[in-house]
């Protein structure tokens, strides 16, 4: 009820992780498609102009003339209205603990809701980088604070030096040298730095998958263009030393529940409901749609649905909403297994799951 309560409490500012953004997203969007067809034109309509605009002010930083008087107006005649929503003080978000997808961060920015991405760790106390309103790439993690040196590693890792990095592990001389390299700190994670000095994070170095066929992919991308989908809530891409990708996914239960009320599906739970011809006709779809969008080798060729969102209760999520892929893979690895069965066949292949067994 986090929404609820920002419309109640009215901050100014916030923290936050990816998660509440994307349902930030996801509920606009829902109560812009049922509203009357002129309000949904012109809500899209607003937003083309709106992106127009943020691009041009803040990423191209040139005079917005004339384009700055029509977001002006589309600002006071809709996105106004939708930061009443949550509270109608909110100056901007800080965003940090996973990569925030790009066309989501721009969507805030266009509401007139910034959000600033920025990386650090607890080694780092905690900080690093941080987009700025003068340096904002929407799928960037800023530039780094002052005092703070970067550099990547042969492989891509992301290494750090500055003040505000510990000195060590407390009474753990091991880890404290796994840690480091010529006093510099190995954060672990796989990145990237642009010609004007934005990082971009690519995901973690001891997440990337190697396939049978040698191709190192980061799963993280791909999960979140999965979870863009307004079908699916979680996502878990799977093909360490295997010949191709798989995943798992739960469904966003109320938007699957509006499906089977358009589509007149009977069903007696989430159980059965997800392996309806129908439900599994349309999760095929969204995924082949994505799947044209992607290299042949970063694919789905295989995937399950899940009824049960992953959790921090179900042991599946971190605190801060990250996958535990360990854990996952130890609930759900026959599972997975199963989807390499297939023998290559490009059919999706669906499984029935019952408490993750």
């Known amino acids: 009820k986090v929404m609820e309560n920002m419309a109640e409490i009215k901050p100014t500012a916030m923290v936050s992780v990816p998660r509440l953004f994307e349902k930030i997203h996801s509920r606009i969007y829902d109560s812009v498609h049922q509203s009357s067809p002129f309000k949904r034109n012109l809500f899209h309509y607003a937003v083309k102009v709106g992106s127009r605009y943020v691009q041009q002010k803040f990423i191209d930083k040139k005079p917005v003339g004339f384009l700055g008087l029509q977001y002006r107006f589309f600002d006071r005649l809709v996105f106004s209205k939708v930061r009443q929503r949550f509270g109608g003080c909110l100056r901007f978000f800080i965003c940090g603990g996973a990569p925030l997808d790009k066309t989501i961060n721009e969507f805030m920015w266009i509401l007139g809701m910034p959000v600033f991405n920025g990386y650090g760790l607890t080694e780092t106390s905690p900080a690093v980088t941080l987009c700025s309103l003068n340096d904002i790439r929407f799928d960037s993690v800023g530039k780094p604070l002052d005092e703070v040196q970067v550099k990547l590693a042969e492989d891509g890792e992301l290494m750090l030096k500055g003040p505000m990095i510990m000195q060590g592990y407390y009474k753990n001389d091991e880890a404290t040298t796994e840690t480091f390299e010529d006093g510099w700190l190995k954060t672990g994670d796989i990145a990237t730095i642009d010609k004007d000095g934005f990082i971009y994070i690519v995901d973690r ?153």
Do not use: W
Not at 208 to 231: F, S
């Open 205 to 357: 170095k001891k997440e990337i998958i190697v396939t049978a066929g040698g191709k190192n992919i980061a799963p993280q991308p791909i999960e979140n263009d999965l979870r863009l989908d307004k079908y699916v809530s979680q996502a878990f891409v799977f093909g360490d030393r295997k010949p191709y990708l798989v995943a798992l996914l739960t469904p966003d239960i109320e938007r699957l529940l509006d499906f089977t009320k358009d589509e007149k599906i009977e069903y007696l739970d989430i159980d059965e409901l997800v392996h309806n011809e129908k439900v599994q006709k349309l999760f095929t779809a969204r995924v082949e749609a994505l799947n044209k969008q992607l290299p042949p080798y970063k694919t789905i060729k295989h995937f399950a649905l899940v009824p049960r969102d992953f959790s921090i209760e179900g042991g599946e999520l971190t605190p801060t909403l990250k996958l535990k892929r360990k854990e996952i893979y130890k609930k759900y690895g026959t599972l997975v297994e199963e989807l390499y069965m297939q023998n290559g066949s490009s059919l999706v292949f669906q499984q029935k799951t019952t408490n993750g067994e």
